[in-house]
């Protein structure tokens, strides 16, 4: 994983939304440049393709129907300033919210 506060406008645990679409998530993991397969790229339409040389960002995503892991483009995500929390089923598992309301990522658990 690339050391997110050197290259990366979001951070881990940051809550985001879309740009042209209607979704919202917590960031749990930051590609430096795209990494993800040639054919996700090609599904993409080309007007609205963006670059691979940025970094891409898996969130725990959620729109008004259902919850999934996206993968997006830095160019394509604004801070989300909504104030009610992202609700996606996954967030317990990987990030714990502190007295401030901000996701912290969950320590791995030792076995």
Sequence with gaps: MMDVNK????AIGQ???????PFRGIIFDVDPKFA???EWWDAIPEEIRPVKDQPFYHLLAENESTYYVAYVSEQNLLPDEALEPVNHPQ????FEIDDR???KKRAAQAH
């Excluded at 809550?15 to 679409?21: C, D, N, P």
């Design 15 to 21: 809550q985001v939304r879309h740009r042209m679409f």
């Design 36 to 38: 993800n397969t040639q």
């Design 7 to 10: 290259a990366a406008k979001f």
């Design 101 to 103: 309301g901000m996701y």
């Design 91 to 94: 967030i317990p598992e990987m």
